[in-house]
């Protein structure tokens, strides 16, 4: 696995952290779940692997918010780098799989609590960093949650956003198969009122959000499976996810596909997973963004 790290993030801004309002309620829709096939995947990330472009700017002394924590590796690892993490997430069940998972890896400076991420429980300026990964991809107003990340970021501290953009992912061989699979995606993404796309709007929604464009930092990067253990582990995962995940849900209950042809596309992961020259590449968008 690759990933582009860009060089350090600009000196701060002056502009001011807005004060907290109460937010409309949402019915966000989480297109992935949290079934077994998804965990698999959110437990292999780290940080290196997933905040490589943050890593230059942390230190020891640092307090960090990790929002849409899911199971807790990447809050888990991040936590080794400064004093303090605290990990939010929606899903009572995944925040006691992230508390499990740090009690196992003997990490005592990381807690973690159930949170909305328009409504962070927290005061203004609470953290020095505040994080998220593969989250705002699946919010319906990603331009308020990051307002609310911003608030919660003390005057001269960092936001940090990455999100994949599907629509930028390739591979090969060519494989109609997938290419089935990911017109699939964005229309159940769609129906979600979510955007598969997020990656390249990164920047675009932190600057809508009111961060100074002289204190933002936009950046690449990209997960590659192409080695033949990679390459088996992501398309047995999707294969998996085709059938078995909330995606596959949705997409019968929106009457996007019916079994057979979720079927079809697990056949076609699985295809390709068997190739001997199959690559595949995740595109993602990166903003490091000064309060």
């Not at 929606?90 to 003997?106: F, L, M």
């Not at 199959?278 to 903003?287: N, R, S, T």
Request: charged content about 20%.
């Amino acid at each position: 696995m690759t990933t582009v790290v860009p060089s350090p993030v600009p000196s701060p801004s002056s502009t001011p952290v807005p004060s907290h309002a109460p937010l409309p309620s949402r019915s966000d829709v989480y297109t992935h779940g949290h079934h077994e096939s998804v965990l698999r995947s959110h437990r292999w990330r780290t940080a290196e692997n997933s905040a490589a472009y943050l890593l230059p700017s942390l230190s020891p002394g640092l307090r960090l918010l990790d929002v849409g924590c899911g199971p807790g590796s990447v809050s888990i690892d991040l936590a080794g780098r400064v004093a303090e993490v605290v990990g939010v997430d929606a899903a009572e069940a995944v925040v006691a799989a992230a508390r499990e998972a740090a009690r196992d890896a003997g990490r005592e400076n990381v807690r973690f609590e159930v949170a909305d991420a328009y409504a962070l429980p927290f005061p203004d300026a609470s953290f020095d960093v505040v994080h998220a990964h593969q989250l705002l991809q699946h919010l319906t107003d990603p331009v308020a949650a990051l307002r609310e990340m911003r608030r919660v970021a003390r005057p001269g501290g960092l936001v940090a956003v990455r999100d994949a953009d599907y629509a930028g992912m390739t591979w090969y061989p060519p494989s109609p198969g997938l290419d089935e699979w990911m017109a699939l995606y964005h229309e159940v993404t769609e129906a979600n009122k979510a955007d598969a796309d997020a990656g390249r709007k990164l920047l675009s929604w932190v600057l809508d959000a009111g961060f100074d464009p002289a204190g933002v930092l936009p950046s690449a990067g990209v997960w590659c499976y192409a080695t033949p253990q990679e390459r088996a582990w992501w398309a047995d995962l999707w294969a998996d996810r085709c059938v078995a995940s909330d995606f596959a849900a949705q997409a019968l209950e929106y009457r996007l596909a019916d079994e057979v042809g979720l079927e079809l596309l697990a056949d076609g992961w699985r295809q390709w997973g068997q190739e001997r020259d199959g690559w595949f590449a995740v595109l993602h968008g990166e903003v490091l963004a000064r309060v």
